[in-house]
């Protein structure tokens, strides 16, 4: 009996210092693994100031040169359209004829005035010479001969009221053939042959809009007027807003298709002040129309490019975002990772951020793998060149645009 009690106490404290041992090793095990989490490498890129060219897209709202609503000078039936809508035309070049019959009679009746009071003045002068010699013989009064000569007076502006009777009516007549004020390309035509048209008709008979240039228009936040210009006053010194605008490269026009138009075209400032209600500029940029590709009421984007100079550049896919802040991870002088909230400026290329606030130059941040990353996590900095990584990532935006 009492060997059974002396085995059954042997196996219980074997039982419990073999559960010490598992429980101490199992717990060593465990810190052992944990120790054993090394710094993994990752690539980490320098920072210093670069120069960058900026983009920046508008919409716009298209418009010939000239556009010119053309309306009847005088009143009449259409009895021939000339033209067809679309159709490109000269100066002068005759677009719609009216009835002119009544017009022609008004220049028959003038021009018979004109003859009448020119037949009068003839008799008047006439009449004029023969009292004149018997006033030289006293043989008539002074009175009489002043008034002959009064009458011829009568008779000179009678034929001056015929002559200019007769131009205007020969002026009306001419308004009969409605002729193009411009070089242009026609619009709509909402009148047929038949159509009674006047000088107060409701829509013009057409729209003549000269396209051989052709001007978008778009507006700009003040504060964008102002990163803008400030970017040029760099090199342009103490310039006026309008001299700044000026020396902006030119711009490109990004058609409705997403296609880059192939002219490029020139900025200029359409108005000089800033709308209060909107607190924007407005803009015109002026393009080239040579192909007839662009017309009036079209729409497109102008795109804008400008540069800044010594700014602080990040890859974007350096960054993430939480909750609608952007972050960067920054590595310390012991290789350790900080996650740093940064500002950027809201123009971009579709590669690179431009940090406004946040980080300095000489700063180091980690370019890739961020979802393998913990905030103070210890890692193996690999640097990379920064030439060439900003060089693969600025031609890539170039082919992206393109």
Avoid at 60 to 86: C, H, K, W
Avoid at 151 to 164: D, G, H, T, Y
Avoid at 173 to 191: A, D, E, F, V, W
């Amino acid at each position: 009996m009492k060997f059974y009690r002396s085995t059954f106490k042997g196996i219980v404290a074997i039982a419990a210092v073999s559960f010490f041992i598992v429980s101490c090793g199992g717990g060593g095990q465990q810190g052992m693994m944990r120790g054993s989490q090394q710094p993994q490498p990752f690539p980490v890129l320098e920072l210093q100031p670069r120069s960058i060219i900026l983009t920046s897209k508008y919409p716009a709202t298209l418009e010939g040169s000239q556009t010119i609503e053309l309306r009847p000078r005088v009143q009449g039936y259409i009895t021939e359209m000339l033209v067809d809508e679309g159709d490109d035309v000269q100066k002068g070049q005759i677009l719609f004829k009216l009835n002119s019959e009544e017009y022609e009679q008004q220049v028959r009746s003038a021009k018979a005035d004109v003859k009448a009071a020119k037949a009068g003045i003839s008799t008047a002068k006439d009449e004029v010479q023969r009292l004149s010699k018997l006033a030289e013989k006293d043989i008539i009064s002074d009175y009489q001969l002043q008034s002959a000569k009064n009458k011829l007076q009568s008779q000179q502006s009678a034929l001056a009221q015929a002559q200019a009777k007769l131009k205007n009516a020969q002026v009306n007549l001419g308004y009969t053939r409605i002729k193009s004020p411009t070089n242009g390309t026609i619009g709509n035509i909402p009148y047929r042959i038949g159509s009674l048209v006047s000088s107060n008709i409701s829509k013009p008979l057409t729209v003549i809009s000269d396209i051989s240039e052709v001007y978008a228009y778009f507006s700009m936040s003040e504060r964008e007027l102002l990163e803008m210009s400030k970017s040029v006053a760099v090199e342009g010194g103490n310039q006026t807003l309008e001299q700044r605008i000026a020396d902006m490269p030119e711009v490109n026009l990004l058609l409705a298709d997403q296609s880059t138009y192939k002219h490029e075209g020139v900025l200029k400032l359409a108005s000089g002040l800033i709308n209060t209600q909107t607190g924007s500029a407005s803009f015109r940029a002026v393009f080239p129309n040579p192909e007839k590709i662009l017309r009036s009421g079209g729409s497109a984007k102008v795109q804008i490019p400008f540069r800044k100079e010594s700014s602080i550049v990040v890859p974007k896919k350096s960054t993430y975002e939480i909750q609608n802040k952007r972050f960067v991870y920054t590595v310390t002088d012991s290789n350790t990772v900080t996650s740093t909230h940064i500002n950027t400026l809201p123009l971009s290329t579709p590669k690179l951020f431009v940090v406004d606030e946040g980080l300095s130059a000489g700063d180091k941040i980690v370019t890739t793998g961020l979802t393998d990353i913990q905030d103070k996590a210890e890692i193996i900095p690999q640097p990379i060149d920064p030439d060439s990584l900003y060089q693969s990532l600025t031609v890539k935006d170039q082919e992206k645009d393109k």
